[in-house]
C-alpha cells in the first residue's frame, strides 16, 4: 500500500471521507483482509473515489447500511490509523469502534444495564474466590464432624468437648473465624492496592488482646446483655471516645466495605507522597487512619445491622408467618455473600433458650437447599460439557452443602461468579419457602446444619422434606435448562475445552475426523500431510513441506501431485502452493464472495472442503492469524504473501466453530495444521464453507497459475507463482 506524501491526506482520511465523514459511522471493524463499516446512510459512500484510492482492492457494498472497504494484508495498519483519528475521536455520533470495544458492548449486554451492580458482584466474587480451596477443606472437616453428630458418636454442639474435639474445631475454626482477614488482603488486592495493608487492619481488631476486652474486666470497659438476642454488648473507653466492642470473626460485611474505604486512602495517599517513600508512609498513614475508623465506626455498624435485622425478623414472624417463611429464604441469598447472616445465629439460640424451638432454622432449610440444588445443576452441566475444573468446584461445593449445610462453597465459589444462577437459584428458594408457610411452618429444638444429616431434628419433618426437595429441583432444573453461564460466555468455554483437550490428546482429535476423511482414506494418502486422497482424485501430494524453497527446484512428490491434478508443473524458482484442505477445487472466478471472484486479493482457487482441517500451503511466516480463525495471512518462502480464508463472512461466527492451532509469528512448514474447523457449524450459520486461497501479490509475479476444477487432497500443489 503507498502512503500519502507530505502536505496530503492519508489513506484512512479519504476512507473516512470516502464512506460520508465521521458522523457517518456507527461502527467499524476489520477482518484478515476488509475494513466493515456499519453506516448510519450507506447512500452516502462514494464508492468511486474509494475505489480510486491506491491502497484500496475493491469495495463491496451490503444490505443493511453495511459496507467493505478491502485493503488486503495491511488492513489491521489502516484499521489502526482511522481508529486514530482526531475526527474520529470528537466528530463521530457515535464514534466508532474497535474490534474489542464491539465485543465488549456485546458482552456488557449479556451482563447487565447496571454496571456498578456488575462490579459489585465482581468484587464479592474475587474477593472470596482464591478462598476457594480452603473453604472446602473446612466445610469437608464440619460435614464429617456433622456425620459423627448424626449417628450419635460425638455431640458436635457440646460445650465441655474434649480436647481432641476442640483440635478437631480448630481445623474448620481455623478458615470461618479468620475469614475477615483472609477476605480483607483479597478485596484490597481486588481493588489494586495491597493486601496485606488490609489484612493488618483486619487484624487488628481481632487479636487475642482487644478481644479479651469482651470479658468485660479491663479497667474503662462496660458491658450489658441484649435481652431480646440473649447477646453482651461492651463499651470500652478509647482515648476519651466510646467505641463498641465485637467479635468480629466470620464477619465479611465489615472487612468488604473497610477495604473500600481504605482504598480511597491508600490511592490518595500515594497521590500525595513521591514513589521513593511511598513503601514507608503510605502503610503506615493507611493503617493509622483505618484501624481506629474500623474500630469506631464499620465494625460496629456491620454488628448493628446484623442484630437490628434480627430484631425485625422476630417481629415479622410473629405477626405475619406465611410471610415471613417466604421472606426468610429470599433474604439469605443477599445476606450470607455479606457475613450479616451471622448475628442471626445467636436469635436462633435465643429461641431455643426461651420458647424451647426455633423459627428461623426451617425457612433457613428452603434457602440452602434450593443454593444446593442450582449447584447441582451447575455440576451436570459441568459433566455434559466436559468441564473438569468447574465439576471437581461443584463437586465439592455440593457434598459440603448436602452433608454439612455448608452454602459458602457454593455462593463463593460458583453463585457470585455466574450471576445468571442467582434469579434462579431465587424462584427455588421462593418455592421451598412457600410450601413451609402453607404447611404451617417448620421448627426445631436444636441448632442444627440444614443438611441431608439433620432433617430428623426438624417437626414436622414430612413438611421440612417437601420443602427443601422442591427448592433444591427448582433451583437445579432452570440452573441446567437455562445454564449457568450466556450464550456468549458459553461458546468461549467450549471453544477453550476443545482447544485444551486438543492440546493435550492430539491422538484423540484424529481419531474423531470427520467421516469425510475416514472415508478417503481407504484409497491411500500423502505420508507428509496425512490426509487421504478422494476416490478418482491423485493419490500423490506434495512432498513433506509440500513446497519448493527459493531458488530450489520444486521436489518429485510436488511435481508429481501437480501433474496428477493438472496444475502447472513448477520450476526453479517458483513458489508452489499446496491444498490447504482435501475437497472440490473451483476456480476463483466462481466463487460466491465478488470480491475474491474479481481477484482483488489475488489470484487462486477456492475449495469445497471434505474435512475441517486446515493446513499451512507452504513453507514461511504466519504475518497474521485472525482471533476468529477463519483466516491466515502467510509470507512464504520465495516471496509470495498467502491468504487462507475458510468461509465466505464467516468472521461474523466469531471464533464459535474454530479451533486456531497456531500464533502470529509463528513459523510454519506446508502441510502443518493451521486450524480445525467445524464445517457444519458453518453451514449451519448459514455461511458457505469454501475454503479460499489467493496470493494478493500476484502483480509481483511474472505469472500466478492455478490448477483446474478437480478433485484434490490437502497437499496437493494447486497455485504455482511463477518469477
Given at each position: 500500500?503507498?502512503?500519502?506524501?507530505?502536505?496530503?491526506?492519508?489513506?484512512?482520511?479519504?476512507?473516512?471521507?470516502?464512506?460520508?465523514?465521521?458522523?457517518?459511522?456507527?461502527?467499524?471493524?476489520?477482518?484478515?483482509?476488509?475494513?466493515?463499516?456499519?453506516?448510519?446512510?450507506?447512500?452516502?459512500?462514494?464508492?468511486?473515489?474509494?475505489?480510486?484510492?491506491?491502497?484500496?482492492?475493491?469495495?463491496?457494498?451490503?444490505?443493511?447500511?453495511?459496507?467493505?472497504?478491502?485493503?488486503?494484508?495491511?488492513?489491521?495498519?489502516?484499521?489502526?490509523?482511522?481508529?486514530?483519528?482526531?475526527?474520529?475521536?470528537?466528530?463521530?455520533?457515535?464514534?466508532?469502534?474497535?474490534?474489542?470495544?464491539?465485543?465488549?458492548?456485546?458482552?456488557?449486554?449479556?451482563?447487565?444495564k447496571w454496571s456498578w451492580l456488575d462490579s459489585f458482584f465482581e468484587y464479592l466474587s474475587d474477593s472470596f474466590r482464591p478462598l476457594m480451596g480452603v473453604l472446602l477443606g473446612a466445610s469437608l472437616i464440619i460435614a464429617i464432624a456433622s456425620v459423627l453428630d448424626a449417628l450419635g458418636m460425638v455431640d458436635f454442639r457440646?460445650?465441655?468437648?474434649?480436647?481432641?474435639?476442640?483440635?478437631?474445631?480448630?481445623?474448620?475454626?481455623?478458615?470461618?473465624?479468620?475469614?475477615?482477614?483472609?477476605?480483607?488482603?483479597?478485596?484490597?488486592?481486588?481493588?489494586?492496592?495491597?493486601?496485606?495493608?488490609?489484612?493488618?487492619?483486619?487484624?487488628?481488631?481481632?487479636?487475642?488482646?482487644?478481644?479479651?476486652?469482651?470479658?468485660?474486666?479491663?479497667?474503662?470497659?462496660?458491658?450489658?446483655?441484649?435481652?431480646?438476642?440473649?447477646?453482651?454488648?461492651?463499651?470500652?473507653?478509647?482515648?476519651?471516645?466510646?467505641?463498641?466492642?465485637?467479635?468480629?470473626?466470620?464477619?465479611?460485611?465489615?472487612?468488604?466495605?473497610?477495604?473500600?474505604?481504605?482504598?480511597?486512602?491508600?490511592?490518595?495517599?500515594?497521590?500525595?507522597?513521591?514513589?521513593?517513600?511511598?513503601?514507608?508512609?503510605?502503610?503506615?498513614?493507611?493503617?493509622?487512619?483505618?484501624?481506629?475508623?474500623?474500630?469506631?465506626?464499620?465494625?460496629?455498624?456491620?454488628?448493628?445491622?446484623?442484630?437490628?435485622?434480627?430484631?425485625?425478623?422476630?417481629?415479622?414472624?410473629?405477626?405475619?408467618?406465611?410471610?415471613?417463611?417466604?421472606?426468610?429464604?429470599?433474604?439469605?441469598?443477599?445476606?450470607?455473600?455479606?457475613?450479616?447472616?451471622?448475628?442471626?445465629?445467636?436469635?436462633?439460640?435465643?429461641?431455643?433458650?426461651?420458647?424451647?424451638?426455633?423459627?428461623?432454622?426451617?425457612?433457613?432449610?428452603?434457602?440452602?437447599?434450593?443454593?444446593?440444588?442450582?449447584?447441582?445443576?451447575?455440576?451436570?452441566?459441568?459433566?455434559?460439557?466436559?468441564?473438569?475444573?468447574?465439576?471437581?468446584?461443584?463437586t465439592g461445593a455440593l457434598a459440603a452443602g448436602l452433608f454439612g449445610g455448608i452454602s459458602e462453597p457454593s455462593l463463593y465459589g460458583i453463585h457470585l461468579r455466574f450471576k445468571r444462577i442467582y434469579p434462579r437459584m431465587l424462584v427455588g428458594c421462593l418455592a421451598g419457602g412457600l410450601t413451609v408457610g402453607l404447611l404451617?411452618?417448620?421448627?426445631?429444638?436444636?441448632?442444627?446444619?440444614?443438611?441431608?444429616?439433620?432433617?430428623?431434628?426438624?417437626?414436622?419433618?414430612?413438611?421440612?422434606?417437601?420443602?427443601?426437595?422442591?427448592?433444591?429441583?427448582?433451583?437445579?432444573?432452570?440452573?441446567?435448562?437455562?445454564?449457568?453461564?450466556?450464550?456468549?460466555?458459553?461458546?468461549?468455554?467450549?471453544?477453550?475445552?476443545?482447544?485444551?483437550?486438543?492440546?493435550?490428546?492430539?491422538?484423540?482429535?484424529?481419531?474423531?475426523?470427520?467421516?469425510?476423511?475416514?472415508?478417503?482414506?481407504?484409497?491411500?494418502?500423502?505420508?507428509?500431510?496425512?490426509?487421504?486422497?478422494?476416490?478418482?482424485?491423485?493419490?500423490?501430494?506434495?512432498?513433506?513441506?509440500?513446497?519448493?524453497?527459493?531458488?530450489?527446484?520444486?521436489?518429485?512428490?510436488?511435481?508429481?501431485?501437480?501433474?496428477?491434478?493438472?496444475?502447472?508443473?513448477?520450476?526453479?524458482?517458483?513458489?508452489?502452493?499446496?491444498?490447504?484442505?482435501?475437497?472440490?477445487?473451483?476456480?476463483?472466478?466462481?466463487?460466491?464472495?465478488?470480491?475474491?471472484?474479481?481477484?482483488?486479493?489475488?489470484?487462486?482457487?477456492?475449495?469445497?472442503?471434505?474435512?475441517?482441517?486446515?493446513?499451512?500451503?507452504?513453507?514461511?511466516?504466519?504475518?497474521?492469524?485472525?482471533?476468529?480463525?477463519?483466516?491466515?495471512?502467510?509470507?512464504?518462502?520465495?516471496?509470495?504473501?498467502?491468504?487462507?480464508?475458510?468461509?465466505?463472512?464467516?468472521?461474523?461466527?466469531?471464533?464459535?466453530?474454530?479451533?486456531?492451532?497456531?500464533?502470529?509469528?509463528?513459523?510454519?512448514?506446508?502441510?502443518?495444521?493451521?486450524?480445525?474447523?467445524?464445517?457444519?457449524?458453518?453451514?449451519?450459520?448459514?455461511?458457505?464453507?469454501?475454503?479460499?486461497?489467493?496470493?494478493?501479490?500476484?502483480?509481483?509475479?511474472?505469472?500466478?497459475?492455478?490448477?483446474?476444477?478437480?478433485?484434490?487432497?490437502?497437499?496437493d500443489t494447486v497455485v504455482v507463482a511463477r518469477r
Amino acid at each position: 500500500m503507498s502512503t500519502s506524501s507530505p502536505g496530503t491526506t492519508s489513506i484512512a482520511e479519504d476512507i473516512v471521507r470516502g464512506v460520508g465523514g465521521p458522523e457517518n459511522i456507527e461502527s467499524l471493524t476489520h477482518c484478515a483482509t476488509r475494513l466493515r463499516f456499519q453506516l448510519h446512510d450507506g447512500e452516502k459512500v462514494d464508492r468511486e473515489s474509494l475505489d480510486a484510492l491506491s491502497g484500496v482492492m475493491g469495495t463491496v457494498p451490503q444490505s443493511g447500511d453495511r459496507f467493505q472497504v478491502v485493503i488486503g494484508g495491511a488492513v489491521a495498519g489502516v484499521h489502526s490509523q482511522i481508529m486514530n483519528l482526531p475526527s474520529m475521536a470528537d466528530g463521530g455520533t457515535p464514534v466508532a469502534q474497535s474490534d474489542a470495544e464491539v465485543k465488549a458492548a456485546i458482552r456488557s449486554k449479556a451482563r447487565g444495564k447496571w454496571s456498578w451492580l456488575d462490579s459489585f458482584f465482581e468484587y464479592l466474587s474475587d474477593s472470596f474466590r482464591p478462598l476457594m480451596g480452603v473453604l472446602l477443606g473446612a466445610s469437608l472437616i464440619i460435614a464429617i464432624a456433622s456425620v459423627l453428630d448424626a449417628l450419635g458418636m460425638v455431640d458436635f454442639r457440646a460445650e465441655d468437648k474434649s480436647a481432641t474435639w476442640v483440635f478437631v474445631d480448630a481445623m474448620w475454626r481455623s478458615v470461618l473465624y479468620f475469614l475477615p482477614i483472609m477476605v480483607a488482603f483479597n478485596a484490597a488486592k481486588k481493588l489494586q492496592i495491597d493486601g496485606w495493608v488490609g489484612a493488618a487492619v483486619m487484624a487488628a481488631v481481632m487479636t487475642p488482646d482487644y478481644m479479651g476486652l469482651l470479658d468485660g474486666t479491663t479497667p474503662g470497659v462496660t458491658c450489658t446483655t441484649n435481652e431480646l438476642l440473649g447477646t453482651q454488648q461492651c463499651i470500652a473507653q478509647v482515648f476519651g471516645l466510646p467505641m463498641q466492642l465485637n467479635d468480629y470473626g466470620g464477619q465479611v460485611f465489615v472487612p468488604l466495605l473497610m477495604v473500600a474505604l481504605l482504598a480511597l486512602v491508600y490511592k490518595g495517599l500515594q497521590k500525595v507522597f513521591p514513589p521513593n517513600v511511598q513503601l514507608v508512609f503510605v502503610p503506615f498513614l493507611a493503617m493509622l487512619v483505618m484501624i481506629p475508623v474500623t474500630a469506631f465506626l464499620i465494625g460496629p455498624l456491620g454488628i448493628w445491622a446484623g442484630n437490628g435485622l434480627g430484631a425485625g425478623l422476630a417481629w415479622l414472624n410473629g405477626n405475619a408467618p406465611l410471610v415471613f417463611a417466604i421472606f426468610i429464604p429470599l433474604l439469605y441469598p443477599f445476606l450470607v455473600p455479606l457475613g450479616l447472616h451471622w448475628p442471626l445465629n445467636a436469635l436462633m439460640l435465643q429461641n431455643i433458650n426461651s420458647l424451647g424451638y426455633d423459627f428461623i432454622q426451617g425457612p433457613m432449610g428452603a434457602w440452602n437447599f434450593a443454593c444446593f440444588g442450582a449447584t447441582a445443576g451447575v455440576l451436570l452441566l459441568s459433566i455434559r460439557h466436559r468441564e473438569a475444573e468447574m465439576r471437581q468446584t461443584a463437586t465439592g461445593a455440593l457434598a459440603a452443602g448436602l452433608f454439612g449445610g455448608i452454602s459458602e462453597p457454593s455462593l463463593y465459589g460458583i453463585h457470585l461468579r455466574f450471576k445468571r444462577i442467582y434469579p434462579r437459584m431465587l424462584v427455588g428458594c421462593l418455592a421451598g419457602g412457600l410450601t413451609v408457610g402453607l404447611l404451617g411452618g417448620v421448627n426445631t429444638s436444636v441448632f442444627a446444619f440444614t443438611s441431608l444429616l439433620t432433617i430428623p431434628v426438624f417437626d414436622p419433618m414430612l413438611t421440612y422434606v417437601i420443602a427443601i426437595v422442591i427448592a433444591f429441583v427448582v433451583a437445579m432444573v432452570l440452573v441446567f435448562f437455562s445454564d449457568y453461564r450466556t450464550a456468549e460466555q458459553r461458546a468461549e468455554a467450549n471453544a477453550q475445552r476443545d482447544a485444551a483437550e486438543a492440546a493435550a490428546a492430539p491422538a484423540a482429535a484424529e481419531a474423531v475426523a470427520p467421516a469425510a476423511e475416514r472415508e478417503l482414506a481407504t484409497v491411500g494418502a500423502p505420508a507428509a500431510t496425512g490426509v487421504a486422497a478422494a476416490p478418482g482424485a491423485a493419490s500423490t501430494g506434495a512432498a513433506a513441506s509440500g513446497a519448493a524453497g527459493p531458488g530450489a527446484a520444486p521436489s518429485s512428490a510436488a511435481t508429481s501431485g501437480a501433474a496428477a491434478n493438472g496444475a502447472a508443473v513448477p520450476g526453479a524458482g517458483d513458489v508452489v502452493l499446496t491444498a490447504p484442505v482435501a475437497g472440490r477445487l473451483v476456480p476463483i472466478g466462481e466463487v460466491s464472495d465478488p470480491v475474491f471472484a474479481s481477484k482483488a486479493l489475488g489470484e487462486g482457487v477456492g475449495i469445497i472442503p471434505v474435512d475441517g482441517r486446515i493446513l499451512a500451503p507452504a513453507d514461511g511466516l504466519l504475518a497474521t492469524v485472525a482471533t476468529t480463525g477463519h483466516a491466515f495471512g502467510l509470507l512464504a518462502d520465495g516471496g509470495a504473501e498467502v491468504l487462507v480464508h475458510v468461509g465466505i463472512d464467516t468472521v461474523k461466527m466469531d471464533g464459535e466453530g474454530f479451533d486456531v492451532r497456531v500464533e502470529q509469528g509463528q513459523r510454519v512448514r506446508a502441510g502443518d495444521l493451521l486450524a480445525v474447523v467445524d464445517l457444519e457449524a458453518i453451514r449451519a450459520a448459514g455461511y458457505d464453507s469454501i475454503t479460499l486461497l489467493t496470493v494478493p501479490n500476484t502483480s509481483t509475479f511474472a505469472a500466478v497459475e492455478p490448477a483446474p476444477a478437480a478433485d484434490v487432497v490437502a497437499g496437493d500443489t494447486v497455485v504455482v507463482a511463477r518469477r
